[in-house]
Structure formats: C-alpha cells, structure tokens
C-alpha cells in the first residue's frame, strides 16, 4: 500500500490491491498437499502444478462479482517485468501496475521472513537481490520508489513481535474500504 501510495494510485486502485493482495495464492486451494506442503526444492513436475494456482485463483475470484477487480494481482503475481512469468508472460507495462507492485512486495516479504525451508535475509541482502532483478523480474520505476521507503517500512515493521503492523492494516481498512 505505501507503494502504490507512493506511486499516487487512487483510492479505488489502492483497494483492488489490498483484496488482491490477500488473496494472490487463493489458488493454492487446488494444490495437493504433498506439493504445497513440501519442505524442500519442487521438481520440474511439482513446479509446474505448483504454477496452476494463479489460475485456479482467478477462477475462484471470478465466481464473485465483487472480486473481479482482484485480477490483477491474483492473476498477475508471477508475471515478470521482461516476459519470463507465468501464466501469459506479459511484459512491461503489460502487465498492470497492482501485479508490479504486489511483485515487489511479495519478493520482499518472502526473502525477508522466516520460512520452512529458509533463514530471513537481512534488508540490505534483500535489496541487493531486488536490484539484481531490476527490469527482468521488477518494473525498474517502481522498484526504485520501493527502495526510497523500504527501509523505514522494514524498521517499523520487520520482524517486530508487537501488534504495530496490525493496527496499521486495521488503520488502511479505515482508510480505504469504510467510507463516512
């Protein structure tokens, strides 16, 4: 959210993120267990069914009409700046700006936080891969709006134990889906 804030998104956009973002993986229903569940590295095979859950997830949010403008974000979370995602491989501004924010978002949390399989990586490894995939994975713009806050994004709510992050989602839920 503080991106595409950032990014001066309206309000109605901004709201389409949030719901994509929290139901990006809702696909995931439709995964077997032994492959969503697997604590190691998937398999050509296993990656592959892995990767229909981008479109079992825009099946499931197309059975509500008030989720169609999740789309983007469920649909296009995988999509890569230069064409090497999945499910389309749409490139560059192609792909809308709510999949580009929610990838960096998305690659941020997952390189930052404890995992199963994995440790967290410190901010400053993070940013390092980030970059690394500036204008393949990440939309180059964008990223370097995210690099402008991240830090300060990180230090507040990276790996705090308190309900901070909490109350901050509560306080965009104000914002943005509750009107006077």
Known sequence: ????????????QIRSLIKGALLHDVGKLGIRDNVLLKPGKLDNDEF????????????????????????????????KYDG????????GTDRPVNARIFAI??????LTSRRPYKEPLSFDATMEIM????????????LTAFAEIARDLYTEYGEQDDDRAQQHLESLNQ??????
């Open 1 to 12: 959210v503080a991106l595409a804030e950032a990014a001066e998104l309206p309000g109605e």
């Open 175 to 180: 914002k943005y889906f509750r009107s006077d």
């Open 131 to 142: 970059n690394q995939g500036r204008g393949s994975h990440f939309d180059p713009t964008l």
């Open 105 to 110: 978002a998305d690659v941020f949390d997952a």
């Open 84 to 91: 090497a995602g999945y499910p389309h491989g749409l490139t």
């Open 48 to 79: 592959a069914t892995m990767k229909t859950h981008v479109v079992h997830g825009m099946d499931i949010t197309a059975r509500a009409g008030w989720l169609t403008d999740t789309r983007d974000g469920v649909g296009g979370h995988h999509e």
